[in-house]
């Protein structure tokens, strides 16, 4: 018999251990190995990872979704979209005293993170004379 497919507990985790610094006054921080499919600034990517923090005070809109988190958020007082597959975060912790989880890195993406632009699939519409 067979097992049946179940979803990463990953997401599940992320958000746990996110819920657990925020209900001890602790700042949750990220880190994330960055490649094609994370949008962050590249100017504070550091030896291939960036460090992020998701507290509610640093970020607007954050969403931790089953697949990617995403916010809005400042650097060097310039507002960024920020956007992390799930697969890319090694570990989530708590600035204040270290305490987190750590996470094996997934397998890279190649394809972009989501609401990137993408050009039209169907031709434009076009003026006809009406007699």
């Known amino acids: 018999m067979q097992t049946p497919e179940t979803t990463s507990t990953r997401p599940y985790m992320v958000r746990a251990m996110y819920d657990w610094c925020v209900d001890n006054n602790c700042t949750p921080l990220i880190v994330v190995a960055v490649d094609a499919s994370v949008r962050v600034p590249a100017e504070f990517v550091q030896n291939g990872e960036i460090v992020l923090n998701v507290s509610l005070g640093a970020t607007s809109n954050l969403s931790l979704g089953n697949d990617f988190i995403e916010f809005k958020a400042r650097f060097g007082g310039v507002a960024r979209d920020i956007c992390v597959p799930l697969g890319r975060v090694s570990a ?30 169907t031709p434009r519409p076009s003026l006809m004379r009406v007699k």
């Open 92 to 121: 989530i912790y708590a600035r204040e005293n270290g305490q987190g989880m750590t996470f094996p890195l997934e397998a890279p993406r190649t394809d972009p993170p989501p609401s990137d632009p993408k050009p039209p699939s």
